[in-house]
Nanobody, 124 residues
Framework: DVQLVESGGGSVQTGGSLTLSCAAS????????MGWFRQAPGKGSEGVAA???????TYADSVKGRFTISRDNTKSNMYLQLSNLSPEDTAMYYC???????????????????RGQGTQVTVS
């Protein structure tokens, strides 16, 4: 099995920044596509960013230029830097991995085989 643990969420004011971290363990394969998706209360999940095994990244239009995804395969970690945050970014953010038969692009909860428990980001 694969375990993913997110950290770094919190409450910030509009225009603020946060850095989310994701630690992968278990039967995790360092060459897997990894990504972040989010889900706000009462809404469906939204893919935010994805990164492949060589570090190529893609972003949802809603976060492009404000969020940066990165990974450290030596430590099985992934990160999401959030900047210029707005209340519309308020959501539970999930780390995910395990994309089979699909491109490594931002996807919602059903895009991935594994996901973490999430970390809350609240912007006011």
């Amino acid at each position: 099995d694969v375990q993913l643990v997110e950290s770094g969420g919190g409450s910030v004011q509009t225009g603020g920044s946060l850095t989310l971290s994701c630690a992968a363990s278990g039967d995790y394969y360092a060459r897997w596509c990894m990504g972040w998706f989010r889900q706000a209360p009462g809404k469906g999940s939204e893919g935010v960013a994805a990164i492949d095994e060589v570090g190529a990244t893609t972003y949802a239009d809603s976060v492009k230029g404000r969020f940066t995804i990165s990974r450290d395969n030596t430590k099985s970690n992934m990160y999401l830097q959030l900047s210029n945050l707005s209340p519309e970014d308020t959501a539970m953010y999930y780390c995910a991995t395990g994309v089979v038969g699909r491109p490594c692009i931002p996807g919602g909860s059903t895009w991935y085989m594994y996901r973490g428990q999430g970390t809350q980001v609240t912007v006011s």
